[in-house]
């Protein structure tokens, strides 16, 4: 069994959250209340990733800006099943998610710190549009950029 990555709701959030709280890259806790304040009233994404039924990775996007991209918020994968393609497997069904609710961009932030990250998004197509300087280095946010239609604007 493989595997597999499907659309989750609201009433999810406490897996989800619970995935968050165990990637080892997020230096705070997440709480189902407060993820569900943020996006109660906006069009959002959740998705699941599984392995043999057990939530292995996850990822939320929504509309933050109204400029036609959906703004990938959180995602993360399990560190045992880190290498397998999910990432991958979470970002592909986001953005067929986001062409088929008519967004025509993927945005995101990273943080300096999570090289792997930054790595991971311009492998799979993003470009950088954006850099807000902090005082330490590492926690400096570099935003990214991926257009749908393919094509860089």
């Given at each position: 069994?493989?595997?597999r ?10 897996i989800?959250?619970?995935?968050l709280?165990?990637?080892?890259e997020?230096?705070?806790?997440f ?6 304040r943020r996006?109660d ?14 939530p292995?990775g ?16 959180l ?5 045992p ?6 990432a ?7 953005e067929k998610?986001a ?5 025509q961009?993927?945005?995101l ?15 799979s197509g993003f ?6 300087a902090?005082?330490?280095?590492e ?6 950029v991926?257009?749908l ?5």
């Amino acid at each position: 069994m493989g595997i597999r990555v499907r659309k989750v709701g609201i009433p999810d959030l406490p897996i989800v959250v619970n995935i968050l709280n165990h990637i080892p890259e997020f230096d705070c806790l997440f709480y189902t209340q407060q993820m569900k304040r943020r996006l109660d009233k906006c069009e959002c994404v959740i998705l699941l990733a599984e392995f043999a039924g057990k939530p292995v990775g996850c990822k939320i996007a929504y509309n933050r800006y109204f400029d036609g991209s959906v703004y990938s918020w959180l995602g993360g994968v399990l560190p045992p099943f880190r290498g397998q393609g999910v990432a991958k497997m979470l970002q592909e069904q986001l953005e067929k998610e986001a062409k088929r609710n008519f967004f025509q961009s993927v945005r995101l932030k990273t943080r300096n710190k999570h090289k792997a990250m930054l790595i991971f998004a311009l492998k799979s197509g993003f470009y950088i549009c954006g850099f807000e300087a902090k005082p330490d280095y590492e926690d400096s946010r570099i935003e990214l950029v991926k257009y749908l239609n393919g094509k860089s604007h």
